[in-house]
């Protein structure tokens, strides 16, 4: 099976810009979920998207925000970017975890860069 | 809420040292543990993982073992190699949802 693709890989904005990252899961898993990872904070979990649904959300401002479509993949958009949101974002998909917690497998990131 | 506290690096050893990287973990219920591993440049690869107490998690030669009486979830290798060199979090996942919860991260550089 391929594993969780997500697109760009890289990424240079600025101040102000928005941006759409995108992630397509492991084929059959239901579940997206997306992290920031930052030198600083570490990985910070953002939203976690089942069935085109936002169903978990982290504490991040509204400027962040995602959406699933019907064949399970993803994506992010981050408006109106600082240069604090320059990071590793990860995608990681699963099955429907139905009663237990399953394992994330996660995509490469995309690596953000606001100047 | 739930969280995880992972030993700080960074940590440096020779090749064929004894390796642990301490993880306790605080958590109302009864949570599923995973070590990640991330290679430079890349996304985290599942190491292992164990879902109930007492479980031990193995792969690659490390281990890990879910001990709730101490809340700890401590990673293990008898010998570590030049390839094992990258950044490994341990992290939890509440089974109530898919919110999974990381440590800082432990950087590991092993020489030769």
């Known amino acids: 099976k391929a594993g969780v693709t997500q697109t760009p890989r890289y990424l240079i904005k600025t101040r102000g810009q928005q941006v759409t990252l995108s992630c397509s899961p492991i084929?059959?898993?239901?579940?997206v979920s997306w992290y920031q990872q930052t030198p600083g904070q570490g990985l910070q979990f953002l939203f976690e998207y089942f069935s085109e649904t936002q169903r978990n959300k982290g504490n991040f401002p509204g400027r962040f925000s995602g959406r699933q479509f019907s064949n399970s993949r993803s994506e992010m958009n981050v408006s109106t970017l600082e240069l604090g949101d320059s990071a590793l974002y990860l995608c990681a998909s699963s099955p429907d975890p139905v009663g237990g917690a399953e394992t994330q497998y996660f995509g490469p990131g995309t690596r953000l860069l606001v100047l | 809420g739930d969280s995880v506290t992972q030993m700080e690096g960074p940590v440096t050893l020779s090749e064929e040292a004894f390796l642990t990287i301490n993880c306790t973990y605080t958590a109302t219920g009864y949570p599923s543990l995973f070590w990640y591993v991330q290679y430079p440049g890349e996304g985290l690869q599942l190491l292992l993982k164990a879902t109930k107490a007492d479980d031990k998690g193995s792969n690659k030669g490390f281990e890990a073992t879910y001990r709730k009486e101490t809340t700890s979830f401590h990673l293990e290798k008898g010998s570590v190699q030049v390839s094992d060199s990258a950044v490994y979090f341990c992290?939890?996942?509440?089974?109530?949802?898919?919110?999974?919860?990381f440590g800082a991260g432990t950087r590991l550089t092993v020489k030769p």
């Open positions: 992290a939890l996942s509440d089974p109530n949802n898919n919110d999974m919860r």
């Open positions: 084929s059959g898993h239901r579940s």
